[in-house]
């Protein structure tokens, strides 16, 4: 199954038990936090990265916050790079652990990430 363009891998199930959803997460977090700023910003200073270099899907956003990678985080609100429509994204907001929808047009943080190369 493939959720925000993320492969999953799900186990079958049998009635009364619980769905699992595996995945191993193989992604690189910028070094560099970009600050504050509008969706559009955010898209195109990543794009100038080159070399892979995108906003986070919110899955992506998701897992890091499950995971010890979330201290890279330190600001409470980041872009990712789901769109609702053409007013509007959504955001991670790390202090709550959960998603909003936002104006493209207001100010969060931006953090960069690309697929990490497997070994």
């Not at 925000?4 to 191993?24: A, N, Q, S």
């Not at 990265?49 to 899907?57: I, N, V």
């Not at 409470?76 to 493209?104: Q, V």
Request: some cysteine; charged content about 25%; overall charge negative.
């Amino acid at each position: 199954m493939i959720i925000d363009g993320v492969e999953y891998e799900l186990t079958p199930v049998t009635k009364k038990e619980p769905l699992v959803l595996k995945r191993e997460i193989h992604l690189e977090i910028h070094p560099e936090e970009f600050g504050k700023m509008t969706w559009d910003e955010a898209t195109t200073v990543v794009k100038k990265l080159g070399k892979g270099w995108r906003l986070p899907t919110i899955t992506e956003l998701y897992i890091i916050n499950e995971s010890n990678l979330n201290h890279c985080f330190i600001h409470n609100e980041y872009w990712s790079s789901a769109e609702n429509d053409s007013l509007l994204a959504w955001t991670f907001n790390f202090n709550f652990g959960l998603a909003n929808s936002n104006y493209k047009y207001a100010a969060y943080y931006v953090r960069a990430v690309r697929d990490a190369k497997q070994q």
